[in-house]
C-alpha cells in the first residue's frame, strides 16, 4: 500500500528534508528564527514516525511497503538533518561519519542477511530504538541553538546527545554485527 495514510505520513518525513534545509538558506529569515521554524518541523516530521506505526496498527493498515519506507524515511531525515547540522558548524564531522557510516553498514547487513534468509537475527533491537530516541532529541536541541525555556541551554545539550548518538550507533552497530555472525559462517562456508 503506497498510498494509505500511515504510510502517507512516512513520506511526509522524506518531503520534510528539503523543506528543513530550505528553511536555512530563504532569504530575509534571521536566524533565530530559521533555527525555530527548523526545530519545529523536525519535531513535526519525527512525531509522524510514531503516528505511522499507530496509525499502521491501529486501521490494520501495515504493509510491507510500509515496512520498508518507514526506517528509509528516519535515516533520510536523520542523516539529512545530521549533514545541515555539521554545515552550520553545530555538531562534529566525526559524529556525522559514523551516524551516517552506520546506516550505511547495518543496512547493507540487513539487505545480505535478507538474501541468505537470516534477516531475524538482524531485527531491531533496543539499544538501535535507543539510539534512533537520543538522535530524535539531540537533532532539535541543535537546530534551535539556542536557551530553550530560559534555562536550557541546547547547543549544550544537544552536543552531549549527539555524541551520546554517536555512542549508541557503534554499540548498536557491533551487536548487530554480533548477532549476524554466526549466520553469516554458516552461510558463507
Known amino acids: 500500500m503506497f498510498f494509505n495514510l500511515p504510510t502517507l505520513f512516512t513520506w511526509a518525513r522524506i518531503a520534510a528534508i528539503p523543506l528543513i534545509v530550505v528553511v536555512f538558506y530563504w ?24 503516528a505511522d506505526g ?7 493498515q501495515t504493509s510491507a511497503f510500509g515496512a520498508f519506507l518507514d526506517p528509509v ?6 542523516c539529512a538533518c545530521v549533514l545541515v547540522l555539521v554545515h552550520l558548524g553545530r555538531a562534529d564531522v566525526f559524529v556525522a561519519l559514523i551516524i551516517i557510516g552506520r546506516e ?14 537470516a534477516n531475524k537475527s538482524v531485527a531491531v533491537h533496543r539499544v538501535g530504538k535507543l ?13 534551535y541553538d539556542g536557551i530553550a525555556f530560559g534555562v536550557i541551554d541546547t547547543q549544550v545539550w544537544g552536543t552531549v546527545l549527539i ?5 549508541l550507533t557503534v554499540w548498536s552497530m557491533i551487536y548487530y554485527l554480533q548477532k549476524a555472525l554466526p549466520e553469516i559462517r554458516a552461510k558463507v562456508r
Open 27 to 50: 532569504p530575509g529569515l534571521a536566524e533565530p528564527t530559521q533555527n525555530l521554524i527548523a526545530t519545529a518541523l523536525f519535531v513535526l516530521f519525527a512525531l509522524t514516525d510514531w
Open 54 to 60: 499507530y496509525l499502521a496498527r491501529k486501521l490494520n
Open 73 to 78: 524515511a528516519d535515516k533520510f531525515l536523520v
Open 104 to 117: 550505511i553498514a547495518i543496512s547493507a547487513l540487513r539487505e545480505w542477511m535478507a538474501m541468505i534468509g
Open 131 to 143: 539510539k534512533t530516541m537520543v538522535q530524535m532529541v539531540a537533532i532539535p536541541f541543535l537546530l
Open 163 to 167: 555524541w551520546l548518538a554517536a555512542v
